[in-house]
């Protein structure tokens, strides 16, 4: 049997339907799923398992209790040759729009939960599986369902409102939380759904109705009760897969092949694969071996099979801590609590025990606890079986065992405890759920009956070392003493002593990592002291204040408030402006029938590109040798910077930035933009790289694994180069900047500091951001073969640039190039300028071998190589009165852009424009200089500097409310713009509206009350405090580049009476093509059926603008309704003649009449300008304001927060659609929370990014939304500037994500000025979980002693 020799068909069903295939085990569902079935519901997003875009339903039927299991899996992760006898379902299978929705697909959609799409089939799977095992799921149920689901745009609240309106207690407001109504008991009904007008109506909702499911193939059934398994070989290129179905079958295999791996979930084995290029020839899968299943319950504990996935270890110990007495359940519960955290569902519901085990993970969850409870494996191998303990000699290094290495883990055993013993489980991670731990532990102590002498004591860590680690010297010294605070002081100076790491640890956090160690003991020993008191065993009460350190923070999600202003109520029914309505797009998107750019059929001849990058930060090549790639089976060609017929650089900002290296390129450009390389490089025409990631040559291939292994063997020959430069303090060292560099100033600064009565200086650095939209940059460009034409499908934000570069570069006019963008999964300002240098090469490899080119970068490459938001170093120096006025303010603001340009100079002078936010100073003065470093080149994301910007003003202003015992709020209101004003540019303004948010805000949110609430919930817990935190905004709408407001629309009215529309704009999620059709459908007089908007296409509307800035809808809905007016003034004189008429006989008429029905619209936008010599100009159109009260709890242990309640008010005018805005602006403040609180790029002190995917880099998920999120659109407000009134709203709400980090920064404060730390204090941003810990200065901080910077090498660099 061991022999692998036949090769097998695999027999399984997708959405109904029998596949029968013979497949290569290297490929997983989802390529399956897209590639060969063209099944394109199901999305790529991450390809680790980290993101949910690629979820689907299985279904196994199980012979031995005749049931039929469902459960949601990442089709990412999942080989294909795992699914004999399984029914898979995607988003295609549970619904359409040809013939019947499924309700979850109608509900997300309706309730607004789809914005740019490309999360939502996944979404949508998750809560139809749930679903499929529970019909009424709780609140829990859905959060649960969702978490392991990300979500870019929406900020989740929709989506899980949507999802509500499954649960049974959700059939009212909920405005009395814990399910019940307003009209129940004394509260106002004054929030009720029946009193304001509601987002979604949930009567107009398609019931669930079980019956109409898919049904399991009988012929599965079938199978599995009659066929005899047998075991089953797949052979592919590379790799050979054996499923065994008999354990004698398996020990051989294993004994045979002792390297091949035996994967289960797949977890662990698919992304070494996949990320690190780890290749096993073999492969052993014994998924169905089903004594790897098997559970025997002895009263000595329960034997759990390997095999069993966590989520049925999960039931298994929910079960047996119900049957069991409470006391010998502690193991189990202590496993039960990580098993709740640890992964998202679809990863727990195929991940296995045994696999947890042995990947042997340093910072698994399981084995801290499963080594502190006693457990032990049974272990299987040709030798014979055995029994090894799971204890401190099992884990011998990274990823190793004391296994030999043709063992197989049979079962683990998972004792019973006793009385006088506890367990428990603590763990800190990067984000609530769905994160690999920071520091996670499994804490066991035993008490004689009675006593409280310690006679037992085991303290295993994960996360502070290569592998689970034992506390051993620490058990030691607590063991035979006392359970009270002196045994625990004597403990902590030992575990430091024993779990001390050096500072260049790998993973960083070396000093949060420690302080852990030690306050998850403290944890431990307060949770101990109080199961003694519980136990009688003493009498000590814990304190309120003592308990705080471990009661949970508040996690229940409450109902919310959208609130918005009914249409007037003379408006025609069928005019749709002002109402809430669905985007456009959100049933296609929900059923997976949307088209976005990689679903596009492949064309024939078609070839995929993948990018060769720099692996060096600054260095020359020497040598650039294509001989082996060309080699490579099915490669095509390796396209170089020699083959670019054109220009072979793209010029931003005065900068010209190099599509590809290579050897003969003149830097030009070098003179210009660096005077101290240029010494440098007096003589450098030798090619050179400036990051690592930056592209060099672009491998094309028939296929993307044989274009992806061939681009892997390219050798470049580097020659490095002296001291690149990382992070800001370098550059300017260096005085690497590019230029220009920004001043501007009004009043007399430096005579103001003179005369104010104290002058505070400080500083912050804030962290970049990844973009981390759904859909990576993608692309397909086809020649169409004649006069050397090119259809370019792009994912792209500024469609008309791209096709100008693609044309330069291939010298052509640019009207043989034809731009193409349906629609885009998430933009964000990252596919502005990037996009277009990806489509140059992608063009150039189409037109130079005449076929069509397909690029589409995963996500470690798209992080890689296309920049984030630019990392900030600001200082400020102010001078204020005692009274708290604020008389003067210098600022700084250090830009980190990378290697090239691209827009910093730009994005300096939006920092500048808006670093007054909203206050008066009276004398201010800002510089900001974008550096030049050998990091990957930052770009525009939502907010262009502005987030950065604003967020320095508002921590200065912090910094004078802590110098003058004042709460910043009062701070705030003091210095805000009061009546007409005007900025530092000399715009003058009106803040009326910014004061009525204000005001509004405090009210709605009962400011004052909660203010004083949170003082004493503050003095009455030690370890939890609150922080409460008020912040304005007003930002800028219009692009300062005057030539950018602008836009066109082309309208073609058919004779059948439909109309077609096309703009400029890129519809990337932010509803534009929603908008633009109550646009067209005011303007012509008929219902929005009528209408359709076509894609966004270079041939249709030339000269297009970026859907950039926050103007999308005010320019193109400008233009549109221009192309409208002029059509149905056309039409007016027909309707006149017929006013009975209906709109197709008038459309009829004028064919007959010779009346043109098409007719283009445009917009000339505001004349905007700054002058940088004069420091004046007028380079907004107007103003959108904000105000966002947020209330946040942090642990001061762990530095684990929760934002508990916010409340936004926003002035966008009258909204054109407020379902779309309060998804923008409810999408944008979760965005911000996730800059300025969790998001952190990490790169390597040689430059290389650690954080290449969503398991590195953690964007907010469902779990980290406010649990009241209220959103108030303030009535009343008019804007003369923008169509119908309204405002534009895209960008200017993340900057209100920092209500978050104040917050934050208030609870630390109070934590602080209990150890008599007041006064200022630095918070960098983001304020992660580590910073916030580390600021709150405990005990436990306190004790790590410091590493002096320059003393040794970080793990990771501060940029
Ligand atoms: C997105 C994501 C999030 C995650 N989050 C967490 C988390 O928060 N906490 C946490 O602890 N873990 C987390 N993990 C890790 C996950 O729990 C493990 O990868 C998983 O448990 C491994 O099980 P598997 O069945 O998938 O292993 P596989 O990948 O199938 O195999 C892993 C290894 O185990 C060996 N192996 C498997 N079964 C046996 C056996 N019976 N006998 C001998 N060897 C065996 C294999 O040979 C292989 O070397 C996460 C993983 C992902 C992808
Ligand atoms: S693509 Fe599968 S989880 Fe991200
Ligand atoms: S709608 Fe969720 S990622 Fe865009």
């Known amino acids: 049997m061991a022999e692998i020799n036949q090769i097998e068909r695999l027999c399984f069903y997708v959405n109904g339907k029998r596949v029968t295939d013979y497949v290569d085990p290297e490929t997983m569902l ?24 690629c979820t689907v339903m299985l279904s196994r039927y199980e012979p031995n209790n005749k049931t039929i299991v469902h459960y949601s899996v990442n089709a990412c992760l999942l080989p294909v040759c795992q699914l004999q006898g399984a029914a898979v379902t995607t988003v295609e299978g549970i619904g359409n729009t040809k013939t019947r929705i499924h309700p979850v697909q109608e509900r997300i959609a309706k309730a607004h939960g789809s914005q740019c799409g490309f999360c939502t089939p996944g979404m949508v799977m998750s809560m139809y599986t749930l679903l499929r095992n529970k019909p009424q799921p709780t609140m829990e149920d859905i959060t649960e ?33 814990n399910g019940s109504c307003c009209m129940n008991g ?17 009567a107009d909702m398609l019931p669930l109705d079980p019956s109409q499911e898919l049904i399991f193939p009988p012929e599965l059934i079938v199978m599995a009760e009659t066929e005899t398994q047998k075991s089953q070989t797949f052979r592919g290129e590379r790799i050979t897969w054996v499923s065994p179905v008999s354990l004698e079958e398996l020990v051989q295999l294993k004994s045979c092949h002792p390297q091949a791996p035996l994967v289960m979930g797949n977890t662990n084995i698919g992304p070494d694969i996949k990320f690190k290029g780890v290749l096993h020839p073999v492969i052993i899968s014994p998924t169905r071996v089903k004594e790897l299943f098997e559970v025997t319950q002895t009263p000595q504990g329960v034997w759990v099979g390997a095999g069993s996935t966590l989520s049925a270890v999960r039931a298994l110990l929910a079960r047996l801590v119900g049957e069991l007495p409470l006391e010998q359940t502690e193991v189990y519960r202590a496993l039960l609590q990580q098993l709740g955290n640890l992964g998202g569902q679809q990863i727990r519901n195929v991940a296995s025990l045994g696999g947890n085990i042995v990947s042997a993970y340093p910072n698994s969850d399981l084995n801290p606890v499963l080594a502190a409870g006693n457990c032990k494996l049974e272990v299987l191998s040709k030798e014979g079986k055995e029994e090894i303990p799971l204890n401190k000699d099992f884990f011998v290094g990274f990823g190793k065992t004391a296994l030999k290495p043709n063992a197989i883990v049979l079962s683990v055993f998972i004792p019973v405890s006793r009385k006088g013993e506890f367990v428990r489980a603590l763990r800190q991670a990067p984000r609530k759920e769905n994160a690999l731990a920071t520091v996670t532990t499994g804490m066991r102590v035993v008490f004689p009956e009675g006593s409280r002498l310690v006679q037992d004591l085991s303290l295993y860590y994960g996360g502070v070392g290569p592998c689970t680690v034992s506390a051993t010297k620490t058990c030691s010294a607590v063991i035979g003493r006392p359970w009270n605070e002196e045994t625990l002081e004597e403990a902590y100076a030992v575990l430091l002593d024993e779990l001390t790491l050096p500072p260049s640890t790998p993973g960083g956090k070396v000093e949060f990592r420690m302080s852990l160690t030690l306050s998850l003991l403290f944890k431990f020993y307060l949770l101990i002291l109080q199961a003694l008191r519980e136990m009688g065993v003493t009498t000590e009460v814990l304190s309120q204040e003592m308990s705080s350190g471990i009661q949970p923070l508040p996690h229940q999600l409450q109902p919310s408030l959208q609130e918005f202003q009914a249409v007037a109520g003379g408006q025609e029914g069928q005019d749709l402006v002002g109402r809430p309505i669905m985007h456009r797009s959100a049933i296609s998107q929900a059923t997976g029938e949307a088209v976005y750019c990689d679903d596009m059929p492949k064309r024939d001849g078609e070839l995929f590109l993948v990018l060769v990058t720099s692996t060096r930060a600054h260095a020359k090549i020497i040598d650039l040798d294509v001989s082996q790639a060309l080699q490579f089976p099915g490669v095509v060609d390796v396209i170089t910077c020699r083959d670019i017929p054109g220009k072979k650089v793209r010029p931003f900002c005065g900068y010209e930035e190099e599509l590809l290296a290579e050897k003969e390129v003149q830097y030009m450009g070098i003179t210009s933009i660096c005077t101290l390389r240029n010494k440098r490089c007096q003589t450098a025409c030798a090619p050179q790289v400036s990051c690592v990631g930056q592209i060099v040559c672009a491998v094309v291939a028939d296929t993307k694994p044989h274009a992806k292994r061939s681009a892997a063997t390219v050798k470049i020959v580097y020659e490095d180069l002296p001291d690149p430069l990382f992070t800001v303090e370098e550059a300017m060292e260096k005085l690497s900047f590019f230029k220009p560099q920004r001043v501007i100033e009004r009043g007399h600064v430096t005579e103001a500091f003179a005369a104010a009565d104290q002058v ?38 500024h469609p008309s640039y791209t096709q100008e570069a693609i044309a330069e570069t291939l010298c052509i006019p640019s009207n043989r190039v034809s731009c193409h963008v349906k629609r885009i999964g998430g933009a964000f300002g ?50 204020f009165m005692k009274d708290g006025r604020i008389e003067a303010a210098d600022l700084h603001y250090y830009v980190n852009s990378g290697n090239t340009v691209d827009e910093s100079v730009l994005i300096i002078e939006k920092i500048l424009l808006h670093m007054d936010n909203a206050y008066k100073i009276p004398n201010l003065r800002g510089r900001a200089v974008a550096c030049r470093t050998n990091l990957p080149s930052n770009t525009a994301f939502r907010g262009f500097g502005v987030p950065q910007s604003m967020l320095v003003v508002e921590c200065m202003i912090n910094d004078v409310a802590a110098k003058l015992g004042r709460t910043a709020e009062e701070i705030r209101e003091m210095n805000m713009y009061k009546g007409v004003s005007m900025t530092h540019y000399k715009f003058e303004f009106d803040p009326e509206n910014l004061w009525r948010c204000w005001d509004e805000c405090k009210v709605k949110s009962d400011y004052d009350a909660r203010r004083k609430s949170i003082t004493g919930f503050n003095k009455q817990n030690r370890w939890k405090k609150r922080g409460l935190s008020l912040i304005p905004i007003k930002y800028g709408i219009a692009f300062a580049e005057s030539f950018l407001n602008q836009a066109a629309a082309l309208v073609h009215i058919y004779k059948d009476g439909s109309v077609l529309v096309s703009h400029g704009g890129t519809e990337m999620g932010q509803g534009i093509h929603t908008k633009m059709q109550q646009v067209a459908s005011r303007e012509l007089h008929i219902p929005i059926s009528l209408i359709h908007i076509t894609e966004t296409n270079t041939s249709t509307v030339p000269n297009t603008c970026p859907s950039a800035a926050s103007y999308g809808t005010d320019a193109n809905g400008m233009a549109v309704k221009d192309a409208c007016q002029i059509l149905y003034q056309r039409l007016e004189p027909l309707i006149k003649k017929n006013p009975e008429g209906t709109w197709k006989s008038w459309v009829t008429s004028a064919f007959f009449e010779k009346i043109s029905l098409s007719a283009t619209g445009f917009y000339k936008g505001h004349d905007g300008y700054m002058d940088w010599e004069k420091q004046e100009g007028e380079p907004y159109s107007y103003y959108t304001y904000g105000v966002c ?5 942090v642990d001061c242990l762990t530095g684990d927060y929760r934002t508990v309640r916010t409340d936004i008010v926003v002035d966008i005018g009258r909204s054109v659609n407020p379902s779309v805005d309060i998804g923008q602006i409810e999408g944008a403040f979760i965005q911000g929370l996730g800059l300025y609180t969790m998001e952190e790029l990490k790169f390597s002190p040689s430059g290389v990014l650690y954080t290449r995917g969503p398991s590195q880099y953690k964007i907010p998920a469902v779990c980290d939304i406010p649990l009241k999120f209220n959103i108030y659109l303030l009535a009343g407000s008019d804007n003369s500037h923008a169509i119908y009134s309204s405002k534009g709203i895209g960008e200017p709400i993340l900057f209100l994500g920092s209500s978050v980090f104040f917050a934050i920064k208030d609870a630390v404060a109070s934590a602080r000025a209990e150890v008599g730390m007041k006064g200022p204090f630095t918070l960098n941003s983001p304020a992660t979980p580590e910073r916030a810990c580390l600021a709150c200065a405990t005990p436990f901080t306190q004790r790590i002693p410091t590493s002096q910077p320059g003393s040794f090498k970080p793990w990771a660099l501060d940029i």
């Open 1189 to 1193: 009260c947020c209330e946040a709890e």
């Open 30 to 53: 989802l390529s399956y799923l897209r590639e060969k079935l063209r099944m394109t519901g199901t999305k790529y997003g991450c390809g680790g398992g980290g993101c949910g875009a």
């Open 145 to 177: 369902a969702l978490g392991g689901n990300l979500c870019r745009c929406t900020g989740y609240r929709p989506i899980v409102d949507g999802c509500k309106t499954f649960c049974q207690e959700s059939n009212c407001c909920q405005a009395n939380g």
């Open 830 to 879: 990252g596919k502005l300028t990037k996009t277009t240098v990806l489509a140059c090469i992608t063009s150039l490899a189409a037109w130079k071998l005449g076929r069509p080119v397909r690029c589409i970068l995963e996500r470690g490459e798209d992080m890689l190589i296309t920049g984030a938001r630019h990392p900030v170093l600001g200082t400020y120096k102010v001078g």
């Open 760 to 797: 505070h200086e400080g500083e912050i650095q804030i962290g970049g951001q990844e973009h981390f939209y759904m859909e990576t940059q993608s692309m397909l460009v086809v020649p169409t073969g004649e006069e050397r034409e090119l259809d370019v499908y792009i994912s792209c934000q």
């Open 186 to 202: 004394n509260s106002q009904p004054k929030n009720c759904e029946d009193d304001l007008p509601q987002l979604f109506d949930k």
